[in-house]
């Protein structure tokens, strides 16, 4: 069974740009959750998609945005970069809102200069 | 959900059993522990979780007091594979609100 995979692997852009980030979840599975691990910061949980609706968001500003395509696949969008979005930004996936056992993907290092 | 306290870090010999502590003294009845580690530069992965009896499963058993204000995640033989930083967490198994919320962790060094 393949895992939650993510795309690009890295990324570099500058402030002000604009960054899309990729996630397509486990087979099967129809939640898909965004978490930022920033330097020092620790993991902190970014949205949450359902069904593709946006279920829940963690305390980010409005430039970070996503949505869910049909085939339950996700984008995370963040507009206006700032230097401190620097970090490894991840997305879970699980089968349902029950089941708490979240898939990780490996990540996407977003660095802005 | 309630809130878990880690030791920041910890080391462990190979080949011996590593024994993570976790304190949850305000859990609630409904929520459950989750253990999940992350190992340098990757995602996190889960590796068990249990409301109040002792779970064990192909990586790790998990031993939460009768009380349930803490648990034990046990690595019954640590290999230099299982360095990671390693995460307590709870919350109720049908959280609506989706987000896990990971705190510091334990840093487990396994040592050869």
């Known amino acids: 069974e393949a895992g939650v995979t993510q795309s690009p692997t890295h990324l570099i852009k500058t402030r002000g740009q604009q960054a899309t980030l990729r996630c397509s979840p486990i087979?099967?599975?129809?939640?898909v959750y965004w978490y930022q691990q920033a330097l020092g910061l620790g993991l902190q949980f970014l949205l949450w998609?359902?069904?593709?609706?946006?279920?829940n968001r963690g305390n980010f500003p409005p430039r970070f945005s996503g949505r869910q395509f049909p085939n339950y696949s996700s984008e995370l969008n963040v507009n206006a970069l700032e230097l401190e979005d620097s970090a490894l930004y991840l997305c879970a996936s699980n089968r349902d809102r029950a089941n708490n056992e979240q898939f990780f993907g490996p990540g996407t290092r977003l660095t802005v200069l | 959900d309630a809130k878990t306290t880690q030791p920041p870090s910890m080391d462990c010999a190979e080949g011996r059993a590593a024994n993570l502590p976790c304190n949850h003294s305000?859990?609630?009845?409904?929520?459950?522990v989750y253990w999940y580690r992350q190992i340098h530069s990757q995602g996190p992965q889960y590796i068990i979780h249990?409301?109040?009896n002792n779970e064990t499963n192909e990586m790790a058993s998990l031993i939460i007091t009768e009380d349930r204000k803490s648990s034990t995640l046990i690595l019954p033989h640590a290999t230099l594979r299982d360095t990671a930083v390693y995460y307590c967490?709870?919350?109720?198994?049908?959280?609506?609100?989706?987000?896990?919320?990971f705190g510091q962790g334990t840093t487990l060094q396994v040592k050869p």
């Open positions: 087979s099967g599975h129809t939640s």
């Open positions: 249990g409301l109040k």
């Open positions: 998609y359902d069904e593709g609706e946006e279920r």
């Open positions: 967490i709870v919350r109720a198994h049908s959280s609506n609100t989706g987000k896990l919320i």
């Open positions: 305000t859990i609630s009845g409904n929520e459950y």
